[in-house]
């Protein structure tokens, strides 16, 4: 079967977001294995942005991932916080790349996040024994990096500048929905009551 993006293949922004919003389970039609190949840390974290910038889209918080194999660096799950659109106090980008690759051996791969992950994020991320994350954003928020190295995983940080700039202007503009994001509705509502 022939598919549209080849090692020939310009990875632009244009080709990046395509495959951000095409569904993970037809990626395989859309790119073959040697354009997975070519996809960089740097490419995979455009994908992670773009994602993050279709949750902000959706008025949700712009936080997204990409899981790929560390062999084929083939796609195998990918998502974006969903805690808004689906009324969903824990689907993060990170659980939604997980649970969008399902139950596979996480130890042959990596995540991709385009910010640094929430306690239970980086909680799941070390159960499911993921060798490797790759940290698009630790201006915005940092602190779980050294949790997971503890644990055994190798955490590269690989600043985006977009994502970073994005999650920047998310938070000035709803401060509510970052602090319910990071530490649920209970932590809003202390806030106001102080």
């Known amino acids: 079967m022939k598919t549209l993006f080849n090692k020939q293949t310009d990875k632009s922004d244009e080709v990046l977001r395509a495959i951000a919003h095409m569904p993970t389970r037809s990626l395989d039609i859309l790119m073959d294995g040697?354009?997975?190949?070519?996809?960089?840390?740097?490419?995979?974290?455009?994908?992670?942005?773009?994602?993050?910038?279709?949750s902000y889209t959706e008025g949700g918080c712009p936080i997204g991932a990409v899981i790929i194999d560390n062999s084929t660096r083939r796609i195998l799950g990918k998502g974006h916080n969903t805690l808004v659109q689906e009324n969903h106090p824990y689907n993060h980008g990170e659980t939604s790349a997980i649970r969008d690759a399902g139950r596979i051996d996480f130890s042959r791969a990596t995540l991709l996040t385009s910010l640094s992950p929430c306690d239970i994020c980086a909680t799941l991320i070390y159960m499911r024994g993921f060798s490797r994350v790759v940290v698009g954003d630790v201006t915005n928020a940092a602190g779980n990096e050294k949790l997971l190295e503890k644990k055994g995983i190798h955490v590269d940080i690989l600043e985006d500048r977009e994502g970073i700039e994005l999650y920047a202007r998310f938070r000035s503009e709803k401060p509510d929905q970052e602090l319910e994001d990071w530490q649920g509705l209970s932590a809003v509502k202390n806030r106001d009551n102080n």
Do not use: N, P, S
């Open 34 to 54: 040697e354009f997975a190949l070519g996809l960089t840390d740097a490419d995979l974290m455009r994908i992670a942005v773009f994602l993050a910038e279709k």
